[in-house]
Structure formats: structure tokens, C-alpha cells
């Protein structure tokens, strides 16, 4: 069965410090992935996908994603993280089938930042 | 940017009563999801909606859930008979199809009490 795991629930980087979140997958074929942000009482905003082509992707408020299948891990990276990427950062893979293409969701890392 | 929405934003109900949760997909966009997060959990699948049927749903999916396009516009999830286990946030998301972006609503919180 597809998963996602998130191994760290909480961290807290200082403002201005790189920041790696990790999230590893299992899925049988060639996954889909996303990295969904959620701010306090909002919904979800897409960071990054990866369809397929180039591993190495990047999305919106400068965060980057690099897909690596040896090691079934998708884990997202900013060089200099800023105040307001305060929130929770979900993972998560596409199950497409049929008619259907169903996110399964991590469990989600809360990110502190330090002034 | 076209968005999806999602009434009301918060909902309060007593216990064994029947709620409706709106939302407005994306309007070209034709396959359609509801998805529901308990506080402090993770985000999880509740169905899938294609051509005006359920293509898939989850064990969480019960005989309690009905979703429905009514006019070609909305997309509602009912949920007949609440218990205080519902109480969660519901988010709507929809996508044009295949591996496409999925664009997710703001969400309901829909308390049970």
C-alpha cells in the first residue's frame, strides 16, 4: 500500500538558517509528489511537485524538492528560511487509479522559525 | 488565479444531526475530491468524484457521506447523522485530471457537539 512518512514532527531552524525537511514514500510505480504548505487555519498551498524529468525541482517561495528513487525520499530544502515560513509542511504521493488520483498525506512537519 | 471555495468556514452542529458542505471547484476542472483532517492529524482521503459518480472512497467513506454535483457547480458532501468524530476540517480539492495539480479549498471545520 502506498505511504508517506514525515520522520520529524516538529522543528525549529533560526531565521536566515538552510532548512531540509525530509519525507520518504512507498509506492510501486513511478510516484507523483507533493509538497503542500498549511498555515494556521488555512488550507493547503501547493510548494512543488514532481511528475518526472528533472529530480531536482523547484517551486514557489524559493523552497526546492529533489526526488532521489534509491533512497524513495522526496525531501524539501530553502538555503535561508524566513519568519513567515511558519507553518506545517505536508508531503504527499498521487495514487492515480481509474478515475482517480487520490493524495496519501504524511503526517506533517510543524516549522518553528527563531528570530 | 481561479481558486476553490468552501462554505461556511465553520459549522457547528449537536450530535445526530445532518450537515451540507459546499464548495465551488475550479470551473473547468472536472474530477473532484473531498479529503478531511482531524485536528492534530494528518490530511485523509474521504472520495473521489468523476462524471457525476463516486470513482473511489475510503473506509472512513461510510454509508453516513453522501457527496453530490447538484447543478454542475457546487460539489456537496452530506454527512447525514453527525457523531463527535467528525469534527474535523473538510477541504475540497479538485484538478482537470490525469497527474495535474490537485488545488485544494480553504476548508470547513465542521464542529460535532
Known amino acids: 500500500a502506498q505511504s508517506v512518512t514525515q520522520p520529524d514532527i516538529h522543528i525549529t531552524v533560526s531565521e536566515g538558517a538552510s532548512l531540509e525537511l525530509r519525507c520518504n514514500y512507498s509506492?510501486?510505480?513511478?510516484?507523483?509528489l507533493f509538497w503542500y504548505v498549511q498555515s494556521p487555519g488555512q488550507g493547503l498551498q501547493l510548494l512543488l511537485k514532481y511528475f518526472s524529468g528533472d529530480t531536482l525541482v523547484q517551486g514557489i517561495k524559493g523552497f526546492e524538492a529533489e526526488f532521489k528513487r534509491s533512497q524513495s525520499s522526496f525531501n524539501l530544502r530553502k538555503p535561508s528560511v524566513h519568519w513567515s515560513d511558519a507553518a506545517e509542511y505536508f508531503c504527499?504521493?498521487?495514487?492515480?487509479?481509474?478515475?482517480?488520483?487520490?493524495?496519501?498525506f504524511g503526517t506533517g512537519t510543524l516549522l518553528a522559525v527563531q528570530p | 488565479e481561479p481558486e476553490v471555495t468552501q462554505t461556511p468556514s465553520h459549522q457547528v452542529t449537536q450530535m445526530g444531526q445532518e450537515v451540507i458542505l459546499r464548495c465551488v471547484p475550479i470551473?473547468?476542472?472536472?474530477?473532484f475530491y473531498w479529503y478531511r483532517q482531524i485536528l492534530g492529524q494528518k490530511v485523509e482521503f474521504l472520495v473521489s468524484?468523476?462524471?457525476?459518480?463516486?470513482?473511489?472512497k475510503s473506509e472512513i467513506f461510510d454509508d453516513q457521506f453522501s457527496v453530490e454535483r447538484p447543478d454542475g457547480s457546487n460539489f456537496t458532501l452530506k454527512i447525514r447523522s453527525t457523531k463527535l468524530e467528525d469534527s474535523a476540517m473538510y477541504f475540497c480539492a479538485c484538478h482537470r485530471g490525469g497527474a495535474d495539480t490537485q488545488y485544494f479549498g480553504p476548508g470547513t471545520r465542521l464542529t460535532v457537539l
Open positions: 468524484f468523476y462524471n457525476n459518480e463516486i470513482s473511489e
Open positions: 470551473s473547468n476542472h472536472l474530477y
Open positions: 509506492y510501486g510505480a513511478t510516484p507523483y
Open positions: 504527499a504521493v498521487g495514487a492515480p487509479s481509474g478515475a482517480t488520483n487520490k493524495l496519501i
